[in-house]
């Protein structure tokens, strides 16, 4: 009989962690490989076709680092909260909360068309966003609530709420009956960089990882959030208000999500709609299982996500195959990932038994 | 002839037992599996498997036994993932449980995209003789489709596995103290990977629920988050498979008055009324969280969340 177990490393860098996460993401390549076959698509000319068309020209580049944004953010929001051991599932729903109200400030201050009207969308926005995962804060750190099951059932409150809107009040009459609001005025745009289409959205992205990495290795604040990550028990006895402090990391963790939902908005649809997110709250989970939860590596992992996504939307295009292809890639990557992750502890040893 | 205020309610309270049918399913699985130590996150994405799986054979073949089961197998397969990964090579079980809701739905939403709008004939409601001429009560329970009678059967039967007998006895103490099991000689790894797997074919049949009862047609998404809600009742439900019957009813009540509502001409929107049943869920899993704050002993299977190896303190 052959007997298969693990045997600790003495040994484990992050060269081996690297290299083994690239296998596992290979691996997860050819198996959702399979899938495209098995529904008539060859694997390897649809990879390249994507690889080609994304890195080909400055278009599929401008469009990567579009994607990038919003996953940069959301992968930002969900490993702060990570490093408290809490769970922000909700980024969905508060994007689209963001979203939400950046588009009443833009619809009930719009006439002005002033320079006041952006950065009172942004206010409103990270605000929304913050309030909407206060009910699950609360409860979590007051009667340890599961904040998993709760930030993500508010996500299907937050979209039937902005359902509610769409195909009510804020329904553009001349819309033809689609469920959209009517288009912002141009002070309502999200500046571009320059020379590139690509809005600023991206560096804001960049700005905020930078400035909670920097918060999170050089201020107090950042080894109060590491104690209570690392070991809430030392937490207690050294009097830091741990109740206070989940309160207000995942309110932080909410307004980042809400700010993503404020630059997909005035970046890139200039109305709201339906699909604001296509799912870049649950993105944000592998973002951060990616990059184990460091601030720096979320930005090369949302690039990683990003191509998934791009990737997604030229099969969608060529092929016509729907955007579900996109979280069947999503959950196998996270699959392989994780069941990676033990390899970079131990080795498997095989046994031969008689 | 008009409806009397009973009738209407007995007609409620019927579609309630239809609507939280398939959440019962998926808190029975989710109960076995925890019970174990292992959390499964994936219903909504186990759900969705199990829902396309059984549409397809009962659309190709007819047969509602054999789309039942090929749902349950189906499901059950996939739940072997989450077990390979979060009890084999020790991964997070709550990360794996969500990169499972992905996989379903991704899976789901790309094999039934060429599904979408094809019908099957839902199931037909079986009287049982003698029972359903009980008043109230029989019009409620006994006059309902053959799932629904699978399901009376499950919650019976996993109740007494659990609570009276020697395999239950195991599962419990895994949940509770793998390491010690271990020292007695049973084997954690068979046990888990055994009450994920059925878990995970538990919750595949309230999927096939879904989709040949509920909704006989093929539409993407068609669980709708109704797959947390049962991860949700698993804590309301204290992990048992009575409590889980009447949370399971209670969140039925609120998913058919929503429908009923939505159809009497009353003056609150549909999108408030497909809130409802979320709020009510968060509002459930706060009372019941603080209701096992407060409990001496804890309810919670104590290992639960934890990869267990052997010969390392963890």
């Known amino acids: 009989m052959i007997h298969i177990s693990f045997e600790k490393r003495i040994y484990s860098s992050g060269f081996i962690r690297m290299s083994i996460t690239i296998c596992a ?229 909410g307004a980042i999500a809400g700010l993503a939902g404020v630059i997909e908005l005035t970046g890139v649809h200039h109305r709201l709609q339906q699909n604001i997110s296509l799912g870049y709250g649950y993105t944000g989970i592998i973002v951060t299982w990616l990059s184990r939860a460091h601030p720096l590596g979320v930005i090369f992992n949302a690039f990683f996500m990003a191509l998934v996504f791009v990737g997604g939307e030229i099969m969608q295009m060529k092929a016509g195959l729907p955007v579900a292809m996109i979280y069947l890639f999503q959950g196998i990557i996270l699959f392989s990932v994780l069941g990676s992750d033990v390899f970079a502890e131990y080795k498997l040893k095989i046994k031969r038994t008689a | 002839m008009e409806t009397t205020a009973i009738e209407w309610i007995v007609i409620v309270l019927a579609a309630s037992v239809k609507m939280g049918t398939p959440i019962l399913f998926g808190t029975l699985g989710g109960v076995i599996s925890e019970r174990a130590g292992v959390i499964n996150l994936g219903m909504e994405g186990l759900m969705l498997i199990g829902a396309l799986t059984s549409f397809v054979v009962k659309l190709y073949t007819g047969s509602t ?38 996989f379903g739905t991704g ?71 793998p ?49 947390w809600i049962a991860v949700a009742l698993v804590i309301f439900a204290f992990w048992h498979p009575g409590k889980a019957m009447f949370g399971a009813y209670l969140f039925g009540a609120a998913l058919s008055l929503q429908l009923r509502l939505q159809l009497i001409d009353i003056n609150i929107s549909p999108y408030f009324l497909a809130m409802f049943p979320f709020i009510l869920t968060i509002v459930a899993l706060t009372i019941a969280t603080i209701r096992n704050n ?5 309810v919670m299977p104590a290992s639960l969340g934890e990869a267990f190896f052997r010969g390392e303190k963890h």
Request: aromatic share 12%.
């Open chain 1, 25 to 253: 993401i290979i691996f997860a390549l050819l198996t959702g490989g399979v899938f495209l076959y098995a529904i008539g698509v060859n694997p390897f000319s649809a990879y390249f076709n994507v690889c080609s068309q994304i890195f080909g020209n400055k278009w599929g580049i401008e469009d990567l680092l579009l994607k990038m944004s919003p996953l940069m953010l959301t992968g930002i929001s969900v490993a702060l909260a990570a490093k408290m051991r809490l769970w922000n599932i909700g980024a969905d729903g508060q994007i689209y909360m963001g979203a939400c109200a950046a588009t009443w400030v833009a619809l009930t201050f719009g006439g002005s068309n002033n320079l006041t009207l952006l950065p009172m969308m942004f206010v409103a926005g990270i605000t929304a966003g913050a309030l909407w995962i206060f009910i699950p804060a609360f409860l979590k750190a007051h009667f340890n609530v599961n904040d998993i099951i709760t930030t993500l059932l508010m996500n299907y409150i937050a979209i039937n709420w902005v359902d509610y809107l769409l195909f009510g009040s804020w329904r553009d009459p001349n819309s033809l009956n689609f469920p959209i609001t009517a288009l912002f005025a141009p002070a309502a745009t999200l500046p571009m960089i320059k020379n590139i289409n690509l809005h600023i959205g991206f560096l804001i992205g960049i700005f905020i990882i930078l400035l909670i990495y920097f918060l999170l290795s050089k201020s107090r604040f950042g080894i109060y959030v590491n104690i209570v990550g690392n070991n809430p028990n030392a937490a207690e006895y050294s009097g830091i208000n741990k109740k206070k402090l989940i309160i207000l990391i995942m309110m932080i963790s």
């Open chain 2, 65 to 102: 036994i054999l789309a039942v089961s090929a749902g349950a197998f189906a499901a059950g397969a996939a739940t072997s993932l989450h077990a390979l990964v979060c009890i084999s090579m020790r991964a997070s079980q709550i990360a794996s449980g969500l990169a499972l809701t992905m």
């Open chain 2, 107 to 177: 899976v789901s939403g790309l094999l039934g995209d060429s599904l979408t709008g094809k019908t099957i004939t839902p199931l037909m409601d079986i009287k049982i003789p003698l029972l359903s001429s009980i008043p109230v009560i029989g019009k409620i329970f006994f006059i309902q489709d053959a799932l629904v009678y699978l399901s009376y059967i499950s919650v019976a039967t996993i109740w007494y596995l659990l609570f009276y007998t020697r395999v239950g006895l195991n599962i419990r103490s895994i949940g509770e103290a």
């Open chain 2, 179 to 227: 390491a010690v099991c271990d020292s007695i000689g049973l084997s954690v790894l068979k046990y888990r990977y055994a009450a994920v797997i059925i878990g995970g074919m538990i919750v595949g049949v309230g999927g096939a629920y879904f989709s040949i009862v509920l909704t006989p047609f093929w539409v993407d998404n068609l669980t709708a988050g109704r797959g």
């Open chain 2, 294 to 298: 407060k409990k001496r002993i804890a």
